[in-house]
T-cell receptor, first 112, second 114 residues
Framework: AQSVAQPEDQVNVAEGNPLTVKCTYS??????LFWYVQYPNRGLQFLLK??????LVKGSYGFEAEFNKSQTSFHLKKPSALVSDSALYFC??????????FGKGTMLLVSP | NAGVTQTPKFQVLKTGQSMTLQCAQD?????MYWYRQDPGMGLRLIYY???????DKGEVPNGYNVSRLNKREFSLRLESAAPSQTSVYFC?????????????FGEGSWLTVV
């Protein structure tokens, strides 16, 4: 069975500082990894995904994520956080044509 | 382009009442999903439909039924609502055929069962 772990319920960072939201996964076969963001009272919005190729994936709003196969990780990063980045972030994984499995989510709070 | 549309946005039900959540997508996707989101639990799959005419149980199907009415529409029915079904429900769709394709979500339906 596939699974995703987001070890931090909440991440706090000051505006302008770099941010990292952690994600590790477990899957049989080649993983397809996704990050979604959810703003209050809204649906999930796609940020970025890793399918194959370059381990550093760039996505929307200046976010990027690094795929590390040996550590089975796919951490979300941004060089300089904005207050408007404050939201709930979900990591998700699938393999082959399996359904998408989500982590429990990490709340990112960026302080001014 | 509306994407994935869910109705209603908000609903309050009494225990034992029934209701149907509607979902439609206009992206010509073949697979559709219903998830529920609860605090600290992430998103859990209730039911999915890999293609028109098929439905399968997900992680938490008890208390729910689904209907894939056509390629565009996938409804979720609560036959006898219980307080444990108080949650936020999300419909999603994907163009199956490429494992790397992105799943797209609706804006959610907030359901409270009292």
């Amino acid at each position: 069975a596939q699974s995703v772990a987001q070890p931090e319920d909440q991440v706090n960072v000051a505006e302008g500082n770099p941010l990292t939201v952690k994600c590790t996964y477990s899957v049989s076969g080649n993983p397809y990894l996704f990050w979604y963001v959810q703003y209050p009272n809204r649906g999930l919005q796609f940020l970025l995904k890793y399918i194959t190729g370059d381990n550093l994936v760039k996505g929307s709003y200046g976010f990027e994520a690094e795929f590390n196969k040996s550590q089975t990780s796919f951490h979300l990063k941004k060089p300089s956080a904005l207050v408007s980045d404050s939201a709930l972030y979900f990591c998700a994984v699938r393999s082959g044509y399996s359904t998408l499995t989500f982590g429990k989510g990490t709340m990112l709070l960026v302080s001014p | 382009n509306a994407g994935v549309t869910q109705t209603p946005k908000f609903q309050v039900l009494k225990t034992g009442q029934s209701m149907t959540l509607q979902c439609a997508q206009d992206m010509n996707h073949n697979s559709m999903y219903w998830y529920r989101q609860d605090p600290g639990m992430g998103l859990r799959l209730i039911y999915y439909s890999a293609s028109e005419g098929t439905t399968d149980k997900g992680e938490v199907p008890n208390g729910y039924n689904v209907s894939r009415l056509n390629k565009r529409e996938f409804s979720l029915r609560l036959e006898s609502a219980a307080p444990s079904q108080t949650s936020v429900y999300f419909c999603a769709s994907i163009l199956q055929g490429d494992s790397g394709n992105t799943i797209y979500f609706g804006e959610g339906s907030w359901l409270t069962v009292v």
